[in-house]
């Protein structure tokens, strides 16, 4: 072996030793970073009409991975990574887009539907068994949850998804080994909000609108007019008759000629 080579092994092997020492006993803080996730990886959906709601609950939103990796690679090391705040952040960007109205970050009147994704379960690894320990592979499996609900509050989809044990990108070496982690965790949950985004768009599609979900109004037929005949007046009396003919005839109002004229008639009439 020359000189050149033995220098490359001695290199090669200071720097494992350097990155082994680096993994032994470090605490790696990672959060959602928006330079990982490009619109190049949306992937194509349908918009529905009106405007939606991505929300989470504090709990979920708050919360923080904490552990181990399940490697013997940095086995030592912990990782806190704040996977709460980002499924906030990227199921607003993933599934908000699934709204031509937009999107609001809290559920209120007026929305078509209500999103609730949270986080189920992480874990971590840092491989280099299967790169015969000459670099390093980071490894996330993570499961997320994504619920929504109608404007009436009524649950229309529920469904988990797994990434199962993801890759990320493999390194000869690295001095900060939890931002491979995060990277990776971020390329993940991308996927993942990428198939909720289709699932969730033919779910949509499903509700009906509000005009289509008021049935019209019934319209009755008014009734046909029923043609009422006019009530028969009763016939006046005879005496009824020559009272009236005497107050008229005292008023004035006809001849004494005319009212004996009439008195006839009606006497007659007997």
């Known amino acids: 072996m020359n000189k050149l080579e033995s220098g490359g092994v001695v ?19 990672a959060a959602y970073n928006p330079s990982y996730v490009t619109a190049a990886t949306d992937s194509p959906v349908t918009k ?10 504090r709990s979920d939103e708050s919360y923080v991975f ?37 999107y609001a970050a809290e559920a209120e009147s007026g929305v078509v539907a209500v999103i609730r994704p949270r986080v189920v379960s992480f874990d971590h690894w840092y491989n280099r068994m299967r790169n015969l320990d000459f670099a390093t592979t980071p490894q996330v499996e993570l499961a997320i949850h994504i619920e929504a609900a109608d404007a009436a509050g009524a649950v229309f989809f529920s469904r988990g998804y797994s990434s199962g044990r993801y890759s990320g990108k493999t390194v000869m070496d690295t001095l900060s080994p939890g931002e491979l982690i995060n990277r990776t965790a971020h390329d993940a949950m991308a996927r993942l909000l990428d198939q909720a985004a289709v699932d969730l768009s033919a779910a949509l599609k499903a509700i009906p609108t509000k005009a289509s979900a008021q049935p ?24 009824e008759k020559l009272r009236r003919l005497k107050s008229m005839y005292e008023q004035g109002l006809i001849s004494k000629e005319t009212y004996e004229a009439k008195q006839r008639e009606v006497l007659s009439s007997f």
Do not use: Q, W
């Open 11 to 29: 290199r090669g092997a200071v720097n494992a030793i350097a990155v082994a020492l680096l993994l032994s006993g470090c605490t790696y803080r």
């Open 48 to 57: 529905v009409a009106g405007r939606g709601a991505v929300v989470m609950d």
């Open 66 to 102: 904490i552990g181990r990796p399940h490697s013997f690679t940095a086995g030592a090391t912990k990782l806190e990574i704040r996977l709460g705040s980002m499924l906030k952040e990227m199921s607003a960007r993933k599934l908000g887009r699934l709204f031509d109205g937009g």
């Open 216 to 239: 019209a109004p019934a319209v009755s037929e008014a009734p046909a007019p029923v043609a009422v005949a006019p009530a028969a007046m009763p016939e006046a009396s005879p005496e």
